[in-house]
């Protein structure tokens, strides 16, 4: 094995030989530790060779060398997921010299591990993320961009970090459609008041033979359908992800036409897919986002109430997006009715700290915020305009935004009233923040201005 570094552009190439000189395939690979990127042949011992060149960000040429092998080869790279070396995942893809793309198949939960097939002759192939990303256009605002004073009334305003002003944000899944989702989970939940998110496979027979109830919990809106794929088994092409993947968020959206388009997506464990194109396509065509990153529920793990506890404790106590997910609810099944039933108390122990919210609603709500900044025009001593400016597309991002005001000590929160550019008054709610009186209320996430006045007392 040998191997070239310059630093600098970073381009480095190393040769990798899986031939009788290596002890085992598995060393048989490339690894950049600066970056996390490996790369190596999948179940092969022989003596064909792969050279791996990282060129700009998020780009790679790979080099195979078959000498006397004949066989196809099967090229394994695992990409970062998380830090400063992260690959953006749905957007990569593999293409030869001619800008051919290749089939890449993937693990539906491992979208950072990928696999492609060549054939046994030399060539040159290129994993990379197609271009262009979203949002590269216009930078999101800074956090002190949320948070703003005006410096002539004294008034402080900025965007609260979940709606309402709570803590911290709980989504509870629920996957694969079975039917004590309809006959043990709904009661407890809407007797709690609580909305969930059900990840939905219509093409399977548990969500078939029940097909009457699941429409009318739709219509009835208390909570959020997801896209789980039809049947929860991948796709083997481009055309099944749009059958496996498309059909379903066409069918929600028949559900629910007076909502947002937005939708959760799971591809589901123990699924894969082939794909050509990178699976931002189909994110964008079908409006889906990634709901990944969730503490698993069913029995088999072990102490799961409790650790749901100290779990949702830590989100609360760092203000997060506390994601949990079950499966078949009932004794015998994933999770007991007990367990079920006593994580919901855990919940409802916690509940004044948290948004319970269906996972789209939470999601459009966090890129809302991170899109939104906030200004205030001056007017009068007792009057100022809040500018509220928003990115997001509003016919997608709809989830309304908390704003949080804060009265200088010369006004009387009860005397403060806030309008929109039509002159229409904006609900406030009061609320005690260590002995202070502050303001909230609730805007879309468009363009907007509001104005913000003090009433003038009569002095007799």
């Not at 939960?109 to 990379?128: E, K, L, M, N, T």
């Not at 964008?284 to 793990?301: C, P, Q, T, W």
Request: contains cysteine; aromatic residues 8%.
């Amino acid at each position: 094995m040998r191997s070239g570094f310059h630093v600098g552009r970073f381009s480095a190439v190393l040769l990798i030989y899986a031939g009788a000189s290596l002890p085992c395939a598995a060393e048989a690979k490339y690894r950049a530790e600066a970056t996390g990127v490996e790369v190596q042949f999948h179940e092969y011992r022989g003596v064909a060779a792969v050279s791996v060149e990282p060129l700009e960000k998020h780009t790679l040429r790979i080099d195979v060398e078959p000498k006397t092998e004949r066989r196809p080869l099967t090229i394994r790279v695992d990409l970062p997921q998380r830090g400063p070396h992260a690959w953006p995942l749905e957007h990569v893809n593999v293409v030869d010299t001619k800008g051919n793309p290749l089939p890449v198949r993937h693990d539906g939960i491992q979208w950072d591990r990928i696999f492609f097939s060549v054939p046994s002759v030399r060539a040159a192939y290129f994993v990379r993320v197609a271009d262009p990303l979203p949002g590269n256009s216009k930078p999101l605002p800074s956090e002190k961009d949320r948070n703003v004073t005006d410096a002539a009334t004294g008034l402080a305003a900025t965007i609260c970090n979940w709606f309402q002003g709570r803590r911290a944000a709980l989504s509870i899944r629920f996957d694969d459609s079975h039917p004590t989702h309809l006959s043990r989970a709904l009661p407890v939940l809407r007797n709690c008041g609580f909305r969930a998110t059900f990840m939905i496979n219509p093409g399977n027979p548990d969500y078939e033979n029940h097909k009457a109830a699941w429409e009318a919990c739709a219509k009835r809106g208390d909570q959020e359908f997801a896209n789980h794929t039809m049947h929860h088994r991948g796709a083997a092409s481009d055309e099944e992800i749009d059958r496996e993947v498309g059909d379903v968020s066409e069918y929600i959206w028949s559900l629910f036409p007076c909502r947002s388009k937005l939708i959760a997506l799971n591809r589901g464990g123990g699924t894969t897919w082939v794909t050509k194109k990178p699976f931002q396509h189909y994110l964008d065509r079908y409006h889906l986002f990634i709901a990944d990153g969730s503490l698993g529920m069913d029995d088999v793990y072990g102490n799961r109430v409790a650790a749901f506890r100290l779990h949702l404790e830590r989100h609360i106590e760092r203000g997060l997006w506390c994601r949990v997910h079950f499966h078949s609810i009932g004794d015998g099944l994933s999770t007991s009715e007990a367990n079920f039933r006593a994580a919901m108390e855990v919940v409802k122990e916690h509940e004044s700290d948290l948004w319970i919210a269906g996972m789209a609603d939470i999601y459009k709500y966090q890129m809302e915020r991170r899109a939104t900044k906030l200004a205030f025009e001056h007017e009068v001593p007792d009057r100022a305009a809040l500018v509220v400016s928003c990115l997001t597309d509003p016919n997608l991002f709809d989830q309304p935004l908390t704003i949080e005001l804060t009265v200088p000590d010369s006004w009387s929160a009860k005397d403060v009233s806030v309008k929109g550019r039509d002159g229409k008054s904006v609900p406030i709610r009061t609320a005690d923040l260590s002995g202070r009186a502050i303001l909230r209320f609730d805007v879309v996430p468009v363009n907007e201005t509001y104005t913000i006045e003090r009433a003038r007392r009569i002095h007799h």
